[in-house]
Nanobody, 117 residues
Framework: QVQVAESGGGLVQAGQSLRLSCAAS????????MNWYRQAPGKQRELVAG???????NYADSVKGRFTISRDDRKKTIYLQMNSLKPEDTAVYYC???????????WGQGTLVNVSA
């Protein structure tokens, strides 16, 4: 079973930056497709960014140009660099690991990002 743990959330002011980290267990990390989701109060969980096992990334329109997802397979960790943060980025951010051919769909506990105006 893949274990996932996020870190790096916190309280920042609008315009500042944060970097989230997500560590995942397992021997097959290089095969993992990994995603960042977020859920704001009263809203549905939404996909923020994803990076597949080939290193190809995709982003929600709302974060393009401000957020960057990356991975370090040696450290079994992915990152979400968040710049120019806005109050509407306030949410709990969740890391997700997907490997369909291994029937893996694992989630972390989430880390809170709170952006004040």
């Amino acid at each position: 079973q893949v274990q996932v743990a996020e870190s790096g959330g916190g309280l920042v002011q609008a315009g500042q930056s944060l970097r989230l980290s997500c560590a995942a267990s397992g021997r097959a990390f290089s095969m993992y497709n990994m995603n960042w989701y977020r859920q704001a109060p009263g809203k549905q969980r939404e996909l923020v960014a994803g990076i597949n096992y080939l290193g190809r990334s995709n982003y929600a329109d709302s974060v393009k140009g401000r957020f960057t997802i990356s991975r370090d397979d040696r450290k079994k960790t992915i990152y979400l660099q968040m710049n120019s943060l806005k109050p509407e980025d306030t949410a709990v951010y969740y890391c997700n690991v997907q490997v369909p051919r291994l029937s893996v769909d694992a989630w972390g506990q989430g880390t809170l990002v709170n952006v004040s105006a």
